[in-house]
């Protein structure tokens, strides 16, 4: 075995994307991800070489400049770049959803305007659907947006933006009545917006703010926020899709093909942490001999390794049921609670190994230990992958009485 979580069945071309990624990661990545991470600095230098490799327009359609690549060999290169470092990963992922609900629900005219220049990352995507008080309950969104004549004026706090600062475009989830009598479900008077901005903080465009980054346990470097809007005027061409109403529907199916990409970043980061327990374990020496060769050792790492190859091959699954243009909330929410849940075990299991040096900044572990939460709450918690889990298996498991 040359290394863990191995893909079976890869084409020569994927395999080629993923050995550069790979090597990306080792030489660009790695070697300077805690000090950025520790300064909490935005990762531009390592940005700019994912704009040259593509990776912005991975899974965007040839026609539009992107590479056409199927979410598998998404999230195998997402899975390679959080084994690196997490934030990055995130970058990605945000425009990603963007470019992906472009594709699957856009206008001609918004995949026109939008697709060449996110493939080539000129424009960068961001998308917001959380608020101050929901996370998880969209259907408790207050933030609206009214028609006036051919704009809409869009008001209301949105929390949670990752890559608020630093996005041009955001997909934006609102209310919208129009349309839409009173007593309508919730969901079905949700719209997305496509709002254009300039980066950076304050106010980014009149009438829409992005407050400074909130600071984080972990997930540094990339830049996480707020976004409020008070009067922001928007053109009705930029609602998705050209509809109101759909927001609800096309958001759930940004964030399902985003659990796979959460699942592979924990596939990712519980890789990088059995690299590093598995390298001290023999370099540290007690009793006269390797820890490694400690039986209570032999059974972390045994229990770590399998936990990585069982989280890589669910979010596998997950990935190609979606490429073979199935229904995969099932597979998503089980890859996504598995992977996430056995990321922080095997973060952990490698701390404990380091002893008290997994405790030292000085240790890549540390940073590895504070990441790792993030993918607990991340699109989603484990709880609300395990309400998905359980309702799609009663679906497919129905008593016949």
């Known amino acids: 075995m040359a290394r863990l979580a191995q893909t079976a069945g890869l084409t020569d071309i994927q395999q080629e994307i993923l050995a550069t990624v790979r090597d990306f990661v080792d030489k ?13 600095e935005y990762p531009t230098q390592i ?9 912005f327009g991975l899974m965007i359609p040839e026609e539009y400049g992107g590479l056409g690549e199927s979410l598998l060999t998404y999230a195998l290169c997402v899975e390679e770049i959080a084994r690196g470092w997490m934030s990055v990963s995130g970058i990605i992922n945000t425009h990603f959803i963007v470019a992906y609900m472009l594709k ?26 959380s608020e101050p008080g929901l996370g998880s309950d969209v259907s408790a969104i207050t933030s609206k947006g009214v028609k006036d004549g051919d704009e809409y004026v869009l008001n209301g706090q949105k929390m949670w933006l990752t890559n608020g600062g630093t996005s041009t ?42 407050p400074g980054k909130i600071d984080k346990m972990g997930y540094k470097g990339v830049d996480t926020t707020e ?57 540290r020496h007690t009793f006269g001999k390797p820890i490694a060769q400690h039986q209570a050792i032999q059974f972390k790492l045994a229990e770590m390794a399998t936990k990585v190859e069982a989280a890589h091959a669910m979010m596998v699954n997950a990935a190609r049921k979606k490429d073979s243009g199935e229904r995969n909330d099932l597979e998503a929410g089980m890859a996504k609670y598995l992977a996430s849940e056995y990321c922080k075990e095997v973060v952990e ?53």
């Open 28 to 40: 660009e990545i790695i070697p300077v991800a805690t000090e950025l991470e520790h300064r909490d």
């Open 47 to 55: 940005v700019e070489g994912l704009k040259e490799l593509g990776l």
């Open 104 to 129: 699957q629900h856009g206008t001609q005219e918004q995949k026109d305007t939008f697709l060449p220049r996110m493939a080539l990352g000129e424009v960068r995507g961001a998308f917001s659907m």
């Open 169 to 210: 475009l955001v997909a934006v989830l609102c209310r919208s009545d129009e349309g839409h009598p009173e007593g309508t479900a919730p969901h079905k008077s949700m719209t997305t917006f496509l709002v254009e901005k300039e980066p950076g903080f304050g106010e980014v465009r009149p009438g829409l703010t992005i």
């Open 227 to 283: 976004l409020i809007m008070d009067g922001l005027r928007i053109p009705a061409d930029r609602v998705l899709g050209g509809t109101t109403g759909r927001g609800f529907y096309q958001m759930m199916d940004g964030v399902e093909v985003g659990r796979v990409n959460v699942a592979a970043r924990g596939c990712g980061v519980a890789q990088r942490a059995f690299e590093l327990g598995v390298s001290y374990a023999q370099q």
């Open 349 to 401: 299991d490698a701390f404990r190994i380091h002893g008290g040096y997994g405790f030292s900044k000085e240790y890549e572990i540390e940073r590895l230990y504070r990441e790792a939460p993030m993918l607990l709450i991340g699109e989603g918690t484990a709880e609300i992958q395990k309400m998905i889990i359980g309702r799609r298996l009663l679906e497919e498991y129905r008593f016949q009485g």
